[in-house]
Nanobody, 126 residues
Framework: QVQLVESGGGLVQAGGSLKLSCALSGLAVLRRPMGWFRQAPGKEREIVAALDWTANNAYYADSVKGRFSISRDLAKNTVNLQMNSLKPEDTAVYSC???????????????????WGQGTQVTVSS
């Protein structure tokens, strides 16, 4: 059974940092494009960051570029999202996603992912 479990969310003041982690079971991050999405109340789900299968190429939404960093840890079978200089507009439920297949470029739209975590709340106060 495939499971993706996020952790690391919480309440932080503007300018602060959080590190989200997504632990995979039943599925390997190796050679697999991975992504982080977020959804704020009343808004559509949007891509935040994504990795291609090598993890050498990352995509970032313009709104987080220079502040967020996506990475993977093969030993722990996790994909992580380091979030710095957080802003109130970063408040959302953050979800990690994994593609069903391996290899390929970073995927930027949610239908391209076959597996999802349950999400973790990130709240940034002003």
């Amino acid at each position: 059974q495939v499971q993706l479990v996020e952790s690391g969310g919480g309440l932080v003041q503007a300018g602060g940092s959080l590190k989200l982690s997504c632990a995979l079971s039943g599925l390997a991050v190796l050679r697999r494009p991975m992504g982080w999405f977020r959804q704020a109340p009343g808004k559509e789900r949007e891509i935040v960051a994504a990795l291609d299968w090598t993890a050498n190429n990352a995509y970032y939404a313009d709104s987080v570029k220079g502040r967020f960093s996506i990475s993977r840890d093969l030993a722990k079978n996790t994909v992580n999202l380091q979030m710095n200089s957080l802003k109130p507009e970063d408040t959302a439920v953050y979800s990690c996603a994994a593609t069903s297949g391996i290899f390929g470029s970073a995927r930027l739209t949610w239908p391209e992912y076959g597996y999802w975590g349950q999400g973790t709340q990130v709240t940034v106060s002003s």
